[in-house]
């Protein structure tokens, strides 16, 4: 009798109210996932999409008021706050929460306004890695009153030339010059023309690397870590990466070149120094990093951290995470996650985003999108959607995932992509060459 009530009083303490912050495709595929756990008792997604409502309740405010947050989180006694995308997280949000008497117990996941200065300014970054010994492009930074400096440094570094705006600029701040002359005009521009605003007024100049991109993804709780499934992003709008880049257009989880040898090297040369690094430097760091990195003939070279999970990513990720992925989120909140389990499914997740007509450039809006019914072995995971009436209409550029889970990456690959062109709205488009240059 005594063990039936202990049991229950676990079970009900385990019970949480869970908010998570964002409104893509990333807090799509984190909604399915969490609306699964057995710790979860009620989802609120702040500010949601057409999908998200399928998995929990949308509150409509931005992911940067952080009162109307605090708001969201007393009235509903949340207990545990997920953190999508990177801006409220550079502004600061797990900060705002750990100043207030009223909500500083609550655990928010995602790193401190410090930790995400990993994505929030490149040049911090650098030097991270640099200090960590953590294999990174050549590079050095300048401002507007070493302009002539950053002119002679262009000439040193070899072609093409990869310029960066230091700062956040909505995932279009790197250019990547053919000549010196175009990056001399370029870092003019971002410098002295505040080309990206605010954000380029400090700016990195970087060997370029040649090689194949791969997003690792690591959870951690400042002290252990655990790597989650890695996957392969299509960041251009055409088929045969061609064309302008994108928020991304498509993913593939597991990647055949990450083979155990390789991710060996990722965790002693890039992971381990990042982790310790950070604890090193007395940063604290409860959340995900996202190391984007470059395979250069089977060396790891890291291109660029984000202090949050990838989009289209974590769409493929979270399809292969088989264990309770809230019990994961509460071993980063209660620093015990090494005593939690991480279990990978073998299979390949393949994702295709369907866009807007027009995007990346100025796109299409207000299109009803009918035939998610008829999808057939794919999840379908809303970004850009929001719920008119009866109708589902597109409200963003990156409208929907169709994610297939299969027992080998051509199926996963195919069933995604046909389920894509089940689904129609005007003006839709979608790369039909997802992850098939990796077959
Ligand atoms: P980021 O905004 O840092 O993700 O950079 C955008 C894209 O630029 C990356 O996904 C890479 O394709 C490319 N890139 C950035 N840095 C480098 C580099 N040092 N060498 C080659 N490509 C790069
Ligand atoms: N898919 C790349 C990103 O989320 O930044």
């Known amino acids: 009798m005594i063990r039936i009530m202990l049991f229950c009083i676990i079970n009900y303490l385990c019970e949480m109210n869970i908010l998570l912050l964002g409104s893509g495709g990333r807090e799509s595929a984190f909604a399915w996932k969490i609306s699964q756990s057995t710790h979860c008792e009620k989802l609120f997604i702040a500010p949601g999409n057409a999908g998200t409502s399928q998995y929990g309740i949308n509150i409509n405010i931005k992911v940067t008021d952080f009162e109307a947050i605090k708001e969201i989180v007393l009235n509903n006694h949340i207990d545990l706050v997920l953190v999508g995308p990177e ?3 550079v502004k600061g949000i797990h900060d705002f929460f750990l100043a207030d008497g009223e909500i500083k117990n609550i655990p928010v996941i995602g790193p401190q306004q410090e930790g995400a200065q990993l994505e929030g300014s490149k040049d911090f970054s650098k030097q991270f890695m640099v200090r960590n010994g953590i294999p990174a492009a050549a590079s050095k930074t300048f401002t507007k009153d070493t302009l002539e400096e950053g002119y002679e440094y262009l000439a040193t570094i070899g072609l093409p030339i990869v310029l960066k705006a230091d700062g956040l600029a909505a995932g279009k701040g790197v250019l990547i010059c053919a000549s010196v002359d175009e990056a001399k005009q370029e870092l003019n521009e971002m410098l002295m023309e505040a080309k990206f605003g605010d954000a380029s007024s400090s700016v990195v100049v970087e060997q370029f690397l040649q090689g194949i991109e791969l997003s690792v993804f690591v959870m951690t709780d400042g002290t252990n870590y655990k790597i989650l499934p890695e996957a392969k992003d299509y960041k251009r709008i055409g088929e045969g990466d061609t064309g302008l880049n994108t928020g991304g257009m498509g ?3 597991p990647v055949p070149f990450a083979d155990k ?5 990722v965790e002693q040369k890039i992971i381990i120094p990042t982790v310790s690094g950070l604890k090193k430097e007395n940063i604290p760091y409860k959340g995900f990093i996202f190391i984007g990195l470059m395979n250069c003939n089977g060396e790891p070279w890291v291109i660029e951290y984000n202090c949050r999970m990838g989009d289209p990513e974590t769409e493929s990720v979270m399809t292969r995470i088989e264990s309770d992925f809230v019990d994961l989120l509460l071993g980063v909140a209660h620093v015990n996650l090494d005593q939690k389990e991480l279990i990978i499914s073998n299979k390949v997740a393949a994702t295709v985003m369907m866009v807007a007509g027009g995007y990346p450039g100025e796109y299409l809006k207000n299109k ?10 794919s999840k379908v995971f809303h ?4 719920q008119d009436n009866e109708e589902i209409k ?6 929907l995932a ?7 990456m051509f199926t996963a690959l195919q069933q995604a992509t046909a389920d894509a062109s089940r689904i129609y709205f005007d003006g839709m488009y979608f790369r039909r060459d997802i992850g098939f240059d990796l077959i």
């Not at 970004?383 to 929001?386: P, S, V």
């Not at 169709?402 to 080998?408: C, F, G, I, P, Y």
């Open 383 to 386: 970004a850009g959607t929001y």
């Open 394 to 399: 597109t409200s963003g550029g990156r409208v």
């Open 402 to 408: 169709v994610t297939s889970l299969q027992q080998d």
């Open 261 to 265: 040898a390789f991710m060996d090297k």
């Open 251 to 253: 993913s593939v989880s």
């Open 87 to 89: 801006e409220p997280l």
């Open 368 to 377: 009803i999108i009918t035939g998610i019914e008829n999808v057939r072995d």
